[in-house]
């Protein structure tokens, strides 16, 4: 079975820290994701990875950044963490056209 | 641009059954059906790679009509196990070979 481990379920974050949030597969997928997900929103694409140091803009970029140094681990960036950044984010990993794989989730809190 | 999903909610009592639709105002090359229970991870449900190809398993099954941009997601014999939030997701035709377009879900509750 797929694994894709995130690195916290709950973190507790200040308005202007620097934040990475882990994630780490274990079926050697060339394409990785991470999504914030909000009620009424769904899930939504911040940025993605189809290749180790290759990465694209999802949907809602603005105020992250991202690292993929080895094909196992994506890294999430928020460079500096403010109040609406609160919320569930998600990693996955696939192949290409092929069903996404979710970690269990990280729910951030910036206070 | 996101695929619309409807209904917003939808609640059954056990062994009713439902649909669920996603629509696209773009060419879709396939559609992709997740299932997320509360406090978990979406799950995979299906893939629908061809226009007007139907698959299933067990009691859920799902459509995709090419000509309309459409796919359905049909739960016959609901079981409480079926409760969560239900997501389609699309790679458009033409689009990014990466990005899967997730729909805003359906919220499905099935009551005893």
């Known amino acids: 079975d797929v694994k894709v481990t995130q690195s916290s379920r709950y973190l507790v974050k200040r308005t202007g820290e620097k934040v990475f949030l882990e994630c780490v597969q274990d079926m050697d997928h060339e394409n990785m994701f991470w999504y914030r997900q909000d009620p009424g929103l769904g899930l939504r694409l911040i940025y993605f990875s189809y290749d180790v140091k290759m990465k694209e803009k999802g949907d809602i970029p603005e105020g992250y950044s991202v690292s993929r140094e080895k094909k196992e681990r994506f890294s999430l960036i928020l460079e500096s963490a403010s109040t609406n950044q609160t919320s569930m984010y998600l990693c996955a990993s696939s192949l290409i056209h092929q069903p996404q794989h979710f970690g269990d989730g990280t729910r951030l809190s910036i206070l | 641009q996101q695929p619309v999903q409807s209904p917003q909610a939808v609640i059954l009592r056990e062994g009713e059954d439902a649909v669920i639709n996603c629509s696209s105002s773009?060419?879709?090359?396939?559609v992709h059906w997740y299932r997320q229970k509360h406090g978990e991870a979406p799950v995979f449900l299906m893939i629908?790679?061809?226009?007007?190809e139907q698959k299933g398993h067990d009691k859920i099954s799902a459509s995709f009509n090419e000509k309309k941009q459409q796919s359905s997601l049909y739960l016959t014999a609901s079981q409480l196990s079926y409760s969560g939030t239900y997501f389609c997701?699309?790679?458009?035709?033409?689009?990014?070979?990466?990005?899967?377009?997730f729909g805003k879900g359906t919220l499905l509750t099935v009551n005893p």
């Open positions: 997701g699309t790679y458009y035709s033409g689009g990014s070979n990466y990005k899967l377009t």
């Open positions: 629908l790679l061809k226009g007007g």
């Open positions: 773009k060419a879709l090359y396939s």
